[in-house]
């Protein structure tokens, strides 16, 4: 069984910056893929960023794009997420999630239980 759980999320203001993190514990699994997604209020879940584990290749939304960076920490076990100028839009519920396969969104195979993100104006 695998666990992924999320810290880091919080209330800033518009501008500023915020760094989720998401550690993976259990054994028995290996990703090959690791995905942020986020959820806000009456919309659709939408991913964010994801991370191939082998060779570290990333994808992102085109509205984070230059904004938003996704790592993996092998000695911690952590994918993290450091998310810069902050807009409004970001508020959300934020994911982690791990998949055995690629990084398309059906793929994922273990979730995390979430971290909210405020961004206010």
Do not use: H
């Amino acid at each position: 069984q695998v666990q992924l759980v999320e810290s880091g999320g919080g209330s800033v203001q518009a501008g500023g910056s915020l760094r989720l993190s998401c550690a993976v514990s259990g054994s028995g699994y290996s990703a090959n893929c690791m995905g942020w997604f986020r959820q806000a209020p009456g919309k659709e879940r939408e991913g964010v960023a994801a991370i191939y584990t082998g060779g570290g290749f990333t994808e992102y939304a085109d509205s984070v794009k230059g904004r938003f960076t996704i790592s993996l920490d092998i000695a911690k076990n952590t994918v993290d997420l450091q998310m810069n100028s902050l807009k409004p839009e970001d508020t959300a519920m934020y994911y982690c999630a791990a998949a055995r396969g690629t990084c398309a969104s059906d793929d994922y195979d273990y979730w995390g239980q979430g971290t909210q993100v405020t961004v206010s104006s």
